[in-house]
Nanobody
Framework: QFQLVESGGGLVQPGGSLRLSCSVS????????IAWFRQAPGKERVGVSY????????DYADSVRGRFTISRDNANNTVVLQMNSLKTADTTVYYC???????????????????WGQGTQVTVSS
């Protein structure tokens, strides 16, 4: 069974860093486009970052560009989201998601992803 498991969330002070990991099991990572989303209570999931298959360029939401870096390790079936210069506004639950879709589709559309992890809480607070 294809599964995603997130880890690495926690509590950090503003300006600090966290490293989220998304471990893939049950299939091969390099078949899938992978994205990180985040969702605040009562709000829709919002795309944070995206790493497509076949070495195409990663992308980021404007709110995190320059602060977050996504990377994928196909050999170890893991996608990492390095989050630096964290702000209180980054506080929420983060999810990784996997899907396969044409490159012309906007990666921020959550219905494009068929498999989701359980989420990991990130809290940025002093």
């Amino acid at each position: 069974q294809f599964q995603l498991v997130e880890s690495g969330g926690g509590l950090v002070q503003p300006g600090g860093s966290l490293r989220l990991s998304c471990s893939v099991s049950g299939d091969t990572l390099d078949y899938y486009d992978i994205a990180w989303f985040r969702q605040a209570p009562g709000k829709e999931r919002v795309g944070v970052s995206y790493t497509p298959t076949n070495g195409r360029r990663a992308d980021y939401a404007d709110s995190v560009r320059g602060r977050f870096t996504i990377s994928r390790d196909n050999a170890n079936n893991t996608v990492v989201l390095q989050m630096n210069s964290l702000k209180t506004a980054d506080t929420t639950v983060y999810y990784c998601a996997a899907g396969t879709f044409p490159s012309g589709q906007s990666w921020t559309q959550s219905p494009l992803y068929s498999v989701w992890g359980q989420g990991t809480q990130v809290t940025v607070s002093s």
